[in-house]
C-alpha cells in the first residue's frame, strides 16, 4: 500500500486524500518502506536471540534478496514504473516471508 501512495501521489493530492505521500511526501514513504523491511528482517533474529525460538524462525530470511530489490526499486524508478512492478513484488513478497516464518514457528 506505501507503493501505491508513492505512485498515485499527485491523484490523491487532487481528490483531497490525506496519504502519508502527500501529507508528508514521497520521501517520508520511502523511508517508511526502508524501515518496516528493516525491522521485519531483524524480527527473526529477535525471536532467536532474544526469545529463544529455534533457529528456524530465520527462514524468512530466504526472502531477503526480493526484499531489497523492493527497497532499491522504490528509491531508484520513476512513480508509474515503481506502481506495475513493486505492488506485485511486494504482495509476494508478504505472502512468502509470512509463510516461512509460519512455518519457522512451527518447526
Do not use: H
Amino acid at each position: 500500500m506505501l507503493v501505491d501512495d508513492i505512485c498515485d501521489q499527485t491523484e490523491d493530492r487532487a481528490k483531497g486524500w490525506r496519504t502519508g505521500a502527500v501529507l508528508f511526501g514521497v520521501d517520508w514513504n520511502r523511508r517508511e518502506i526502508m524501515i518496516f523491511t528493516v525491522f521485519a528482517y531483524l524480527t527473526p533474529f529477535w525471536l532467536w536471540v532474544g526469545l529463544g525460538y529455534s533457529a528456524w524462525v530465520l527462514l524468512p530470511l530466504l526472502t531477503l534478496p526480493r526484499g531489497w530489490s523492493i527497497v532499491k526499486a522504490v528509491y531508484s524508478v520513476e512513480r508509474n514504473v515503481l506502481a506495475l512492478d513493486s505492488t506485485p513484488k511486494g504482495a509476494f513478497l508478504a505472502f512468502y516471508y509470512s509463510a516461512l516464518l509460519g512455518l519457522g514457528l512451527a518447526l
